[in-house]
Every structure is written in C-alpha cells, then in structure tokens.
C-alpha cells in the first residue's frame, strides 16, 4: 500500500487559525447515497464473511457485519491480524458503508515493509497548533506486525474528505478522554437536556422497533462544558447484562445517535459471547473483557448523574469548540494523513501522547 500523496493540512490564518483551516479544507462532503459513497464500496474485497444479523431487542437496527482481512491485500500483509468490523443505521445501505469504512480506518493503519508512510522510525505529520509539519514516531500511529495495540491517546476515522477523516478522529480522541474521566477518574454524569434526551430517545425508538427487554440510559459524560460526549448504556431485566455505546460531537443530539448505535452493536456482541459460553466454545481476551463487563448492574455509581443539563445546541462551530478543546488538552497534537493509493479513502489519525489515559491502578471493569 503506498500513500496516495493527499495533502489536507494547510497553514492557517490570523483570522481562522491553523486547525480551523485544516478542519475546514477539502470541500464540501457528499450528501448521504450519492456518488461520493463508491470508493467506500470499492473496499468491498477487503472484507470477508459479511452478514446481516438481527437483533431480537432492536428489529429497527440495521447492522451489517464482516472480517478485515489484511491477507486479502496481498503477500506484503501476511501475518497481519484480521479484525472484525461493523456498522449501523436504520437503513441497510448506510450500515453497509459504516462497516466498510471501519474496515478502511483499520487496514489503512497496517504498515508493512516498505511502508512508504514511514520516514525511518517516523512518520510525517502536520501540528494542529501551529499548522506547521511535524514527525512522530511511527510505533504511536501505524501497527506492524510485531505491535498492532490500540492506543488510547489517538483517534483514527475515514470520511468522505479528507477534512471531514479529521474532524471524525478529534472527535474520537474528545470521546476516549472523556471515558478515562467518566469511567475511571470518577467524574459524575450529566443528563441530557430536554431536546437531547427527547430526540435520542426518537431514534432509540426507531431502532428497537417496539422491541422490549433492554433498559437503555444515555447519560452526558463529557470532561470538557464545549465538547460534549455522551454514553448510551443498557441493561437485561434483571438490572445486568451491561454493554455501552460512546460518542463525541459537537452536537450532543448527534453524539447520542452515535453512541447510541455503537450500543446496538455492542449489544450483538453480547449476543455472541453469551451463545459461544452456552455451546462451551473458548473466549478470546475482548470476550472474556465483554462477560466481565456484563457483570455491572444499572445501581452503578457511574451512572448516577449529579447536576443540571447542559445546553445540547452548539453556541459555536464544530472547527471552534475543538479549537477550545485543543488548548485544553497537554502537550502536541498531530494529524497524520494514513489515505492510501489502495483505498482512495481520506483516512486521518490524530495523536495526543500527553492525553490521559487509562489509571495504572485501576481496579474497576475496564471499558477500553
């Protein structure tokens, strides 16, 4: 796979600044169902095994599922783990494009020999504080076949242009530190306000289909007042069986339709752990993590929310309260552009080392 030679980071101005310019390049994105969805199928080939399951809490979901199979790019990716992908909506063929797009921010993160990403031990980036270039090492924003762990400090996300990669992946990196702080810092949840909670509560509808026998909470677990980020969390009848969706936006209404997707997803996985434990099947590590977290019961003191409501509707763009969210977070922030020549997809990945993490001496059920 090589680089496709895509440039989306731009050197800002005193009136936009460097990161609202870089998140604001790259032209507008295509409209849902159009054209600009066809090099997203394009990596069709990539994944293996797609189906279509149905969940018997949510007929109205729409999830299509399937394997990454580095193998399938060829010789060079041999070794590479495979990893299973999956998206949601409440039409088919926005599923579809989900799932493939998750494939696509996986495969192009794989660097083998000769990766032409690679600049020695780094690779090329562009700081989303000053606009300028930068290096960082590769071992933080690329996988080889002798590291391919997830780092918690980064965020990587396809999109339709190359801007949009990159405003998904700051997202992500604003969702995963607002976890740390909710999960495992101890920081008290908010509720949603009335119109949030009222047209999350719409789409949640839409997707359980009248279905009965999950309790859902969605709760706002955002660590920044700009930078909302919310949990979509359900329950079995019996007050267990925990599984939990997360998402940030700038609109919380947004953010809760994203978790609240991802929630229906994790609860399919439940599914499967649960049939494997009862045709005693072994279970990976993510499985046994999935069982375990099953145990939490709906009277944890995580999901006791303290507080009024914020203001769901965003008081400024997207580009500025990530703006206010970057001076907050230590240390540099760097985009790095992962599109390849292969795909034809945008693909960004933004790394923050300095961004808390997971606690050392966490003792609770993990959620990353």
């Known amino acids: 796979m090589g680089a496709s ?20 390049g790259g032209g507008p994105a295509a409209p849902e169902g159009t054209a600009g969805a066809d090099p997203v199928r394009r990596a069709a080939h990539t994944v293996a095994g797609l189906f279509t399951p149905v969940l018997p809490h949510a007929p109205g979901a729409r999830i299509i599922c399937g394997t990454a199979e580095p193998a ?12 299973s992908v999956a998206g949601c909506s409440a039409r088919p063929n926005r599923a579809y494009e989900r799932c493939l797009g998750e494939a696509v921010e996986y495969l192009s993160q ?12 780094g690779v090329a980036a562009t700081d989303l504080r000053t606009g300028g270039g930068a290096m960082v090492p590769a071992e933080i924003c690329l996988r080889t076949r002798d590291s391919q762990k997830r780092r918690i400090g980064s965020g990587c996300a396809a999109g339709r242009t190359a801007a949009e990669a990159a405003s998904s992946g700051l997202w992500e ?12 810092e101890g920081h008290a949840p908010r509720p949603l306000d009335r119109r949030a909670a009222s047209g999350a509560e719409q ?19 955002s660590a920044h007042p700009d930078l909302p980020a ?26 809760a339709r994203k978790a609240i997707r991802e929630l229906m997803q994790m609860e399919f996985g439940l599914l499967l752990v649960e049939a494997k434990v009862s045709a005693g099947l072994p279970l990976n590590e ?43 977070v230590p240390g540099p922030v760097h985009a790095v552009d992962l599109t390849r020549a292969d795909f034809g997809i945008p693909v960004a990945k933004i790394v923050a080392p300095a961004l808390r993490e997971v606690p050392r001496d966490a003792h ?5």
């Open 5 to 24: 030679g895509s440039t989306w980071a731009t050197q800002g101005t005193a009136d936009t600044g460097p990161t609202s310019q870089t998140l604001a």
């Open 72 to 83: 399938l790019l060829g010789p060079a990716f041999s070794g590479f783990t495979a990893a």
């Open 110 to 121: 794989l660097s083998p020999d000769k990766d032409r990403l690679r600049q020695g031990e």
């Open 173 to 184: 990196l604003v969702e995963r530190d607002a976890l740390v702080s909710w999960w495992y």
């Open 203 to 221: 789409y949640l509808q839409l997707l359980r289909g009248g279905a009965g026998g999950r309790r859902t909470i969605l709760i706002d677990i």
């Open 230 to 255: 919310v949990a979509a969390c359900s329950f079995g009848p019996d007050g267990k069986g925990f599984v939990a969706g997360f998402a940030a936006h700038a609109d919380t209404l947004v953010a």
């Open 286 to 328: 993510d499985e046994l993590r999935q069982r375990r977290r099953a145990d939490v019961s709906v009277d944890h003191p995580a999901l006791a929310v303290r507080g009024g409501a914020r203001d769901s509707v965003p008081s400024s763009s997207p580009e500025e309260l990530l703006e206010r969210g970057l001076a907050a």
């Open 364 to 368: 609770d059920v993990g959620l990353l």
